[in-house]
């Protein structure tokens, strides 16, 4: 049976599996580019269409105009408009030819042109007929109301009209004659097609060079886009090389696009926090190695001895009541030491909890006063200053402080002579904080220990036996309890002359310090 896939292997194939679908997708610089030249070809596409709208509108208009000046500035008589006299009852005063056509005595003739004469009453004739361009002809009532606005001097606007060979033609109007009711009016047409051929024209040339700004476009910003987007290349080379073991490359920040250097920023900050995250857990591992080690090796010692006894009473020595206290003495003993070192740990894990303390008042003075009885005891015939600040206030447990006190004064008598030893506790205030500093003139701290002192079951000498040093749990507690209320911990110390532990606790707002000296 295939044995099961690891999370780390797990995750690796995921990871794989986005990398390689992440792949076959475009990169954004062909996604940049791509929609760049829709974006140009949607409008260039636009600007083609208006401007094909805008440059057959003008031709148009710029055509009638023409058209309409020709036909103002032409002689009447060129047109052969004259007013009908009785004689002849042809249009327009044509006459009859003998084989029945209508024979007009025109003076013009426009070979690209149309022309059309027509009156209010509907009356109408293509003047060019068949030899030239053929007039397309309008309804009755639209001659009528293009004469009405002609009479009126008002301007009647071109139109698009298709002839009956289906050529469309633009015919303009206009009243050339004497404006009177009986006076024809002026049709000229001419074909949009060579209009519509020059518009083509041209915008097959905008086209054209359209194309040929779109492929030099192309190739231009294709390296442009390419050295645009190099710094975020870099930032994904960088992310690529990162990992729980090189949490410390950092991208540079200036890389002159803004977009570019606050991506910059956010990530080095987030690997500043995946970098102490990992060596937070990677130290809180290496702790919690170090203090199971070391609570198995606490627990150890004195369960073996207890052990060892019990094989010596087994073996006899219980009839014999000298062995048997001796015995029971020792185990006694023993298991006072695991009872202290269970309460010391279940102590830690309560601070480590960050329970809820009692939270009192507390003069710092009134507090080492009643104290010092039991500091004097403990100190034998080691000598015990004072030294405090009157009305020194904090908030605080008194009895955690108190423990606090007692774990750094047996320190100090357990480092220090036991007839020349001399231990000073002060108190003063240092703005708007408290310190307290315990200090002796004991063997001192090696340079080496100062900075581990405060971890557990740490020993500043290997010569110190566990029934007279302890457990190494005392400054570890100590630590715990000042932190707890605000405050830090400092030590001090030089080999053969002493060690000096300052204690810092936030003062009481409404503290009146004053300075006083007992021993």
């Not at 109007?173 to 518009?199: C, E, K, W, Y």
Request: hydrophobic share 40%; charged share 20%.
């Amino acid at each position: 049976m295939a044995a099961p896939t690891s999370v780390p292997q797990q995750k690796y194939g995921y990871f794989h599996h986005l990398r390689q679908r992440f792949s076959q997708n475009s990169s954004l610089r062909s996604q940049l580019l791509t929609r760049s030249l829709f974006v140009l070809a949607a409008l260039l596409l636009f600007i083609g269409i208006l401007q094909f709208w805008i440059m057959e509108s003008f031709l148009y208009r710029n055509q009638a105009k023409t058209m309409e000046e020709q036909l103002m500035s032409m002689p009447p008589v060129w047109l052969g408009v004259q007013a009908r006299n009785g004689a002849s009852n042809l249009p327009f005063g044509g006459q009859s030819s003998s084989d029945g056509r209508v024979s007009n005595n025109r003076l013009l003739y426009i070979p690209d042109r149309s022309l059309a004469l027509f009156d209010k009453n509907a009356t109408y004739e293509d003047v060019f007929g068949e030899d030239g361009l053929a007039s397309p002809r309008l309804t009755a009532a639209a001659y009528q109301d293009i004469a009405d606005r002609l009479n009126a001097h008002e301007h009647v606007p071109y139109q698009l009209v298709k002839d009956n060979e289906g050529i469309e033609q633009l015919i303009v109007f206009a009243s050339p004659g004497p404006r009177n009711r009986a006076a024809p009016m002026v049709q000229m047409g001419v074909a949009t097609q060579p209009i519509h051929d020059l518009v083509m024209r041209q915008l097959l040339i905008f086209v054209g060079l359209s194309l040929l700004a779109m492929i030099t476009g192309l190739i231009l910003y294709a390296k442009v886009l390419r050295r645009t987007l190099h710094p975020l290349s870099n930032i994904v080379e960088t992310v690529q090389r990162v990992d729980a073991g090189s949490l410390g490359e950092r991208l540079p920040v200036i890389q002159g696009q803004q977009e570019i250097d606050q991506l910059a920023f956010s990530f080095n900050g987030m690997l500043e926090r995946l970098e102490d995250s990992f060596e937070a857990e990677r130290e809180s591992k290496q702790q919690m190695q170090r203090f199971l080690s070391d609570a198995s090796h606490e627990l150890r010692t004195p369960l073996t001895s207890i052990h060892g006894f019990i094989e010596v009473l087994q073996r006899g020595a219980a009839t014999n009541r000298e062995q048997l206290n001796s015995a029971l003495s020792s185990m006694y003993g023993e298991s006072g030491r695991i009872n202290k070192l269970v309460e010391d740990l279940l102590l830690l894990t309560k601070l480590d909890q960050a329970p809820e303390r009692i939270q009192e008042i507390i003069a710092l003075d009134g507090l080492l006063y009643e104290m010092q009885p039991q500091l004097v005891m403990m100190a034998q015939d080691r000598k015990v200053h004072l030294e405090l600040t009157a009305k020194l206030y904090i908030v605080g447990d008194p009895h955690k402080l108190k423990q606090v006190i007692l774990n750094l004064f047996q320190n100090a008598i357990q480092h220090s002579d036991p007839q020349h030893g001399f231990i000073t506790i002060s108190c003063f205030a240092n703005q708007d904080m408290a310190e307290l500093t315990v200090k002796d003139n004991g063997t001192g701290i090696e340079p080496e220990h100062i900075d581990h002192i405060f971890e557990r079951f740490y020993r500043t000498s290997s010569s110190r036996s566990r029934k007279e040093g302890g457990a190494g749990l005392g400054l570890a507690i100590t630590r715990s309890i000042v932190e707890s209320h605000g405050g830090n911990i400092n030590v001090y110390s030089q080999v053969s002359v002493g060690t000096s532990f300052i204690i810092t606790l936030p003062l009481w707002k409404e503290s009146k310090p004053t300075t006083v000296s007992k021993s």
